[in-house]
């Protein structure tokens, strides 16, 4: 029984740790996404557009339109 909750405790402090380094990655990725976007002189401009209006509209996660829009752009 002992073994079970401490398991089950750090389980749970793994889970919450990593899920905070996930979104503060995902916060960085997303401002990069932003700021490349704003970047008119940049030559990937259309793909970081692609993935922010995507993202932004709420169409797909930023994963999948990650994905998607490089998958778009390389058929071009």
């Not at 990650?66 to 390389?74: H, Q, Y």
Request: charged share 25%.
């Amino acid at each position: 029984m002992v073994f079970s909750l401490a398991f089950v405790g750090v389980a749970e402090i793994m889970y919450w740790s990593y899920k905070k380094e996930y979104l503060k990655a995902k916060a960085k990725y997303l401002r990069g996404v932003i700021d490349l976007k704003n970047d008119h002189n940049s030559r990937n401009e259309s793909f970081y557009t692609c993935v922010y209006e995507k993202w932004n509209s709420g169409e797909m996660p930023l994963a999948e339109a990650n994905t998607k829009c490089s998958f778009i752009l390389e058929q071009n």
